[in-house]
Each structure stands twice: as C-alpha cells, then as structure tokens.
C-alpha cells in the first residue's frame, strides 16, 4: 500500500522508558573505537569510572527503540528490509550524565516523496520523568519503493562540508568484531552478526552498523577539534553515505568554520565514503 500521509504525518510513537548507567556508557564508548592506548588518560576517561564522561553521540542510544517505532506507525506499510537509516541528528541541552533515566516521545515530524522511495523523518524527545528534556534526536529513514505518493520532495542537503582541504584528519581503526561489540548496545540486526542475512542484503559479509560509525567519526571530532571536551558539544548531525566492513579504519576529515566543525569521513581501504554533511556545532551556536 501507498504511504497514506493524513495517517502518518504527526503520528505519535507509544512513550518508551530508558534507563541507562556507567557500564552502558562504558560498553557504548568502547564499541565506537575508545580506549586506545589503554592507558592514555584521555581514553581512560571514556572507559574507567573515575573522571567519566559521555561522548554527544551516546544521546542516540536511549532514542533508538523509539525511532525503529516507526514499523509500527498507521499509514507507513513497508518490508523492514528495504529501509535504509539516511541520517542522523542528535541535539543536546548539555553535557549527558553518565546515569539516567528519560522518556522518550517520538512523532512522525516530515515525510517526503523522493520518487523512489519515501523519507521519513521520526523525531525523539528524551526527557527526564519529571519533565526536563535533556536531549534530542531526528532520525531520517528512508523506505526504498514507497516513493510517488505526491508528497513534497524536500529540503536539499544541508552542511556540505567547505571547498578547501580539511583542518585536520583522524584515523580511527575498527576491529574485526566491531560490529559484534556495538550491537550489545541494542541494536541486535543481523546484518550486522550474521554473514547469511547479510548476503540476502547484497554484502560479502556483515557491515558495521552506520549508529556505530557516527559515534566514531563524533569522537574523532570531539578529541581533535574540542580537546575531549564534550561539553562543548551542542549537536551533531551526519549523513550515511555508505557501509563500513569491520576492520576498516574510518578516515574522518575535520573543517573548522569558528562556529562549527564540519566533518566527513571514508574508508581507507577501499575509498569509499562512509559519512558526508556532517557537522558539530558549539555550545551557544544554533
């Protein structure tokens, strides 16, 4: 069936509860590439209790179960297998604790017609049970056939990156069992376990999980362009532009605009782009 927009466009997602603590943070942080060299004290504070701190991406973790709501959403009829994760925002009212609680409440905020398939953008609120929002994310999913229902075509691409060689760039390594270590943070696809599954999706074996690339290419941000500090972080958006095989290292080029820090990232082995249209902004920056 065609997307039907007076159903799906504002519909809620049923309220879903999170809670998190030290060891989730720890886990997450590890699985996006933290801890190397072990004994680096900057590392040691993204995987050792003591001086803790949470990498701005982590804020995509409590959110996802609500943003996969979307299967379930009345008027959006589609094969889970054809939905792609376009991109990712994330929006921060500060530094994220280390443990916590939040609720989070997702709504169906766009939808729009790319022809071939259909954009749906979820966004997540997460606040505290008394009410206090602690952050946000807008997650853009795209469903592969379900284009043409004469919806709007949408904004163009936003935060393309300068025209001008990068201020920096980071070579973050990933493991063999990258992939295998970020799904402990709930994302449990088989895409990203089970080399059979991943040949039904056309891939040699699985690939990383694009969340799991974001939150490297965020951290290479955060250590090159913010010395660590991830307070300083106020957002951070990105685009997927393609897969990441576990092992690749995750080459991530750094534009520092005063403002923001732009970024964009690829495969070394196989030059292939892996994030684009990504940016951070700063702490009192809209």
Request: negative net charge; contains cysteine.
């Amino acid at each position: 069936m065609p997307i039907d927009l007076e159903k799906a466009l504002g519909a809620r997602i049923p309220d879903q509860e999170y809670s998190w603590d030290e060891r989730d943070v720890i886990l997450y942080q590890l699985s996006v590439g933290a801890g190397v060299p072990a004994t680096d004290p900057g590392e040691l504070e993204y995987c050792y209790e003591p001086n803790l701190k949470v990498l701005p991406s982590f804020g995509s973790i409590p959110a996802f179960g609500s943003m996969m709501g979307v299967a379930a959403v009345d008027g959006l009829d589609f094969n889970l297998a054809m939905l792609l994760h376009g991109e990712q925002e994330t929006i921060l009212s500060g530094a994220l604790p280390t443990t916590g609680t939040v609720v989070n409440r997702a709504r169906i905020s766009d939808i729009f017609d790319k022809g071939k398939g259909a954009l749906v953008i979820v966004e997540v609120v997460s606040e505290t049970p008394d009410g206090v929002e602690l952050f946000r994310n807008r997650a853009s999913v795209f469903l592969r056939g379900e284009g043409g229902f004469g919806g709007d075509s949408g904004p163009p691409a936003a935060n393309t990156a300068p025209d001008r060689s990068p201020d920096d760039v980071v070579e973050s390594a990933t493991l063999e069992q990258q992939a295998l270590l970020y799904r402990l943070n709930g994302d449990n696809n088989p895409l990203h376990a089970d080399p059979a599954f991943a040949a039904l999706g056309g891939f040699d074996r699985p690939i990383l999980h694009g969340l799991c690339s974001y939150g490297v290419v965020c951290k290479a941000a955060v250590d090159s362009a913010f010395a660590g500090d991830v307070a300083a972080v106020a957002s951070y958006s990105a685009r997927f532009a393609g897969a990441v095989l576990p092992g690749d290292t995750i080459v991530t080029s750094l534009w520092d605009e005063g403002d923001a820090i732009y970024v964009a990232a690829h495969s070394k082995e196989r030059e292939t782009p892996v994030i684009t249209n990504g940016v951070l902004r700063a702490s009192g920056q809209s």
